[in-house]
């Protein structure tokens, strides 16, 4: 079956400007998670989705970042006035989010370019 | 608060020769431990997990791992590499606290395969 999906696969914007990335589960996946990967660094955990709801956001890194999944599926992340610093690639992961273990199967990665 | 250490950023190894790859993670309760891989333009791949019973864990593609309580090690084996296993492989800790799986990164390995 279809994997987690992530548009776009590349976004390049100006700093200050305003950009959402969209994550498309594994269908069923009812646990959503976002991480940011830095150049030279692991992946860094955002925030995550139990359905509809932001159960932990501690990794957001400060306002200017917001994440929504209205439906329990498709997930969006917003970043607001962006800033060099935001130049990561950001990974979507899902799983079937059972209680204690649920392999996380990532997506490809949305790589953010903020010049 | 859990983290991963990875002491070597790359591995240069002679293609079906053994290689290790490093990892010791620290935590206060009880963890889950994985190795992920990431091939070039790819998503991260579970290549193996720990979650409880036997130490020694197989994964796909030959590779396997040793959990060592008394040391705090993961580290990651494999008898006999090939060119098709150069890529950035990932340990990653989590406590599974709260019914889900925050996962905690470290910095990576690069494993150059050379022919």
């Known amino acids: 079956g279809a994997g987690v999906s992530q548009t776009p696969s590349n976004k390049v914007t100006e700093k200050g400007k305003y950009v959402e990335l969209r994550c498309d589960p594994i269908?069923?996946?009812?646990?959503l998670y976002w991480y940011r990967q830095s150049l030279g660094q692991g992946p860094e955990f955002l925030i995550y989705f139990q359905g509809t709801g932001a159960a932990d956001d501690s990794g957001l890194p400060n306002d200017r970042f917001f994440a929504v999944r209205p439906e329990g599926s498709v997930s969006t992340l917003k970043i607001q006035r962006t800033e060099r610093g935001d130049s990561a690639v950001y990974l979507c992961a899902s799983s079937f989010g059972r209680v204690g273990w649920g392999e996380q199967f990532f997506g490809p990665g949305t790589r953010l370019t903020v010049l | 608060a859990q983290s991963v250490t990875q002491l070597d950023s790359q591995v240069p190894v002679f293609e079906e020769a053994p290689v290790e790859l490093r990892c010791n993670y620290s935590?206060?309760?009880?963890?889950?431990l994985f190795w992920y891989v990431q091939y070039p333009n790819q998503g991260l791949q579970l290549l193996l997990k720990y979650l409880s019973g036997s130490t020694l864990v197989k994964g796909i593609n030959g590779f396997e791992a040793e959990f060592n309580k008394s040391q705090t090690s993961f580290h990651l084996r494999k008898p006999s590499v090939h060119i098709s296993d150069t890529a950035e492989y990932f340990c990653?800790?989590?406590?599974?606290?709260?019914?889900?799986?925050?996962?905690?990164f470290g910095i990576g390995t690069k494993l150059q395969v050379i022919p």
């Open positions: 935590s206060s309760v009880s963890v889950y």
């Open positions: 269908s069923g996946h009812t646990a």
């Open positions: 990653a800790v989590s406590d599974g606290s709260g019914g889900y799986q925050k996962v905690t």
